[in-house]
């Protein structure tokens, strides 16, 4: 079998290929760059990450090679970033790499000399009547399918997941063993291409700041000022410089630039318990094709935590709707709703989140 493996510097990429070749396979490694090299705000430190990219592919006898697909990641992920956030709503900018650039982009590029494409999500496959589905991973705290929820049915039955039946200290015990220069390295944090740079210092360099002000949602009194709604998100907490708190932001007003936060963490207008998703997104198939009055029984995620929620589906005129059985914090329209089975194993789907009550 002919594999392409991709290799991110990190352990877990690195665990990938010396479980390839134990199993009697040497892949062709591939390290995807998405910084911007001429703007230094955008540049991602890679050369570490290619450095040990490069001991790894020293270490196996695999040929390494860089592709270079910053333009892409810019022209489609970046700019779709920006957007989102202008339109007030929270983006997830990983879960459309994911999709666009990783299977996308380097598919149509490169992976399709290939017959699978290995990496080290925390995810797994599963194959049911002649079919491939995108399965949970052993490890709940690492599992990754809430990134991968975009993903289409060509890419899911192409993909490999070395390490999603392992746990995190499993791999790290792994890559220990194998004299590995990346076991103890720590986890990347964030988003890639900001590299180091904070999340809001490159919102303001493309959006700037506007001043608004800060308002208590029960009683209409300004405690204070924002430098933009698009540095705020549903349910945020932290970055609001308020005191008598905790406050947390329950609404914004986009068009005349106002943040409303509430106050304490039972405050009522944090919370919802429906949400509505359009576009949504199958990855092999929709196994609900007849969706009666009553819904169906499902798990889901409104962002990356370990945890899945239970609630039910309805399916109607407006896009699918989410009635979850226990109260959401923060339901921030923009993100991806994501769901699964109702045992919480096979990720179905995602669909962007257009309303939250």
């Not at 920006?82 to 990783?102: A, F, H, R, S, W």
């Not at 070395?162 to 890559?175: F, N, S, W």
């Not at 308002?215 to 005191?243: A, C, D, I, P």
Request: aromatic share 10%; hydrophobic share 35%; charged share 25%.
């Amino acid at each position: 079998m002919n594999i392409a493996a991709l290799l991110s510097g990190g352990v877990d990429s690195s665990v990938v290929v010396h479980l390839l070749k134990e199993s009697g396979f040497t892949p062709e490694l591939f390290y995807i760059k998405i910084g911007r090299s001429d703007d230094e705000l955008l540049h991602c430190s890679s050369e570490e990450d290619i450095e040990m990219a490069e001991i790894v592919a020293r270490k196996y006898g695999c040929k390494l090679e860089i592709i270079d697909l910053h333009k892409d990641y810019w022209e489609q992920v970046v700019a779709y970033t920006i957007e989102k956030v202008k339109q007030g709503l929270t983006p997830n900018p990983d879960v459309m790499c994911n999709k666009l650039i990783k299977f996308g982009i380097f598919e149509q590029r490169v992976g399709y000399h290939f017959d699978k494409t290995a990496t080290g999500h925390y995810a797994r496959t599963i194959e049911r009547d002649g079919k491939v589905f995108l399965a949970t991973a052993k490890d709940p705290v690492k599992d990754q399918t809430d990134f991968l929820a975009q993903i289409d049915y060509l890419q899911v039955s192409k993909l490999m997941f070395p390490i999603g039946h392992l746990l995190k200290t499993e791999v790290r015990d792994i890559a220990t063993k194998a004299a590995l220069p990346s076991a103890r390295r720590h986890d990347s944090q964030g988003i890639c291409f900001l590299g180091k740079v904070n999340y809001n210092d490159f919102i303001r360099r493309y959006l700037g700041e506007r001043p608004g002000p800060i308002v208590e949602l029960e009683s209409g009194r300004v405690l204070g000022q924002h430098h933009g709604y698009w540095f705020h998100t549903l349910g945020q907490r932290k970055g609001l410089n308020l005191s008598g708190g905790p406050w947390y932001v329950v609404k914004k007003d986009i068009p005349a630039n106002i943040i409303y936060v509430s106050r304490g963490y039972d405050a009522e207008a944090q919370y919802g318990r429906r949400f509505l998703m359009h576009n949504f997104h199958f990855i092999t198939e929709d196994p609900w094709l007849d969706i009666g009055e009553e819904g169906v029984d499902i798990r889901f995620k409104i962002r990356h935590t370990p945890e899945f929620t239970s609630g039910k589906l309805w399916r109607g005129n407006e896009g699918y709707r989410v009635e979850s059985s226990e109260n959401l914090q923060g339901i921030a329209p923009g993100q991806f709703g994501v769901v699964y089975d109702s045992e919480a194993r096979i990720c179905i789907g995602s669909g962007e989140i257009s309303q939250a009550y």
